[in-house]
């Protein structure tokens, strides 16, 4: 099992890679800077939206997947998602990206 990256690390990073590509990603909550968990929220521009989340593989390597229930929501329940999350777990970074067709650009992440 390789090291974890810091979560503020990898938000600067991604963040950095989506600006390099023209896509508009912005920290919506900052997090732990050490271990935060991260949320990626793609708001699709149509009052809808997917959220990502986080989870390690037998490997220990990252993995994405989808947090909820239909991958595509109304954006209210992408937003209560988020907000049942944060109470759960405070150190939670939350990043919204805009695209039109949901892509969150978590290839290679």
């Not at 049942?84 to 290679?108: F, K, M, Q, T």
């Amino acid at each position: 099992m390789e090291p974890r990256l810091k979560s503020g690390i990898w938000v600067a990073a991604y963040l950095r890679r989506c600006a390099s590509a023209n896509i508009f990603a912005v920290v919506a909550r900052k997090g732990d800077d050490t271990a935060g968990s991260v949320i990626v929220k793609v708001n699709l521009l149509d009052g809808r939206a997917r959220v990502f989340t986080t989870a390690y593989d037998d490997r220990g390597e990252r993995v994405w997947m989808s947090a909820l229930k239909d991958d595509v929501a109304s954006d209210a329940d992408a937003e209560s998602y988020i907000e049942r999350s944060v109470v759960r777990d405070p150190d939670i970074w939350v990043i919204e990206v805009e695209d039109r067709a949901g892509d969150p650009h978590l290839d290679g992440f």
